[in-house]
């Protein structure tokens, strides 16, 4: 074998090797990926469940007041749900000002350390002493 032969060889198999690597480590990029996606897609799901379903103020009418809080009803709200078959657990906390600033929660488990958390806060009331007062509510989840 000649010099250039050998040369050309092992520029191949630098260049296979390289385009393995490349591609192993996109896999796994795509992977992380796609697991924050379904993450933030769940907590917007834990979320929307949250104001119009579990915790949504219900008056002496039995309308629902969607986005408004009873807060009456987080003591007893579950913080494990499975969603698409799969268990997630997440944290919630409503915080409301009166003046000062006061927080409701937080309800659940402390998130790990060592797991991938997605975080979000949407506008709501809080329906408090016959009135609605602007909240946030807050949730963190992350699969259990």
Not at 73 to 98: A, H
């Amino acid at each position: 074998m000649t010099l250039t032969k050998i040369l050309k060889t092992l520029f191949t198999c630098i260049l296979v090797i390289s385009f393995l690597l490349v591609t192993v480590s996109a896999y796994q990029q795509h992977r992380t990926i796609s697991a924050l996606a379904e993450l933030t897609d769940v907590t917007s799901a834990i979320v929307t469940r949250l104001s119009v379903e579990e915790l949504v103020y219900v008056d002496n009418d039995e309308k629902l007041h969607m986005y408004s809080i009873d807060p009456a009803k987080l003591e007893n709200c579950p913080t494990r749900w499975e969603i698409n078959g799969k268990n997630f657990d997440f944290r919630v906390s409503v915080g409301y000002e009166t003046g000062d600033e006061h927080v409701l929660g937080p309800y659940g488990s402390a998130p790990p350390d060592d797991r991938t958390r997605c975080s979000l806060a949407v506008a709501c009331a809080l329906y408090e002493n016959g009135r609605f007062l602007p909240a946030k509510l807050s949730v963190i989840a992350w699969r259990a």
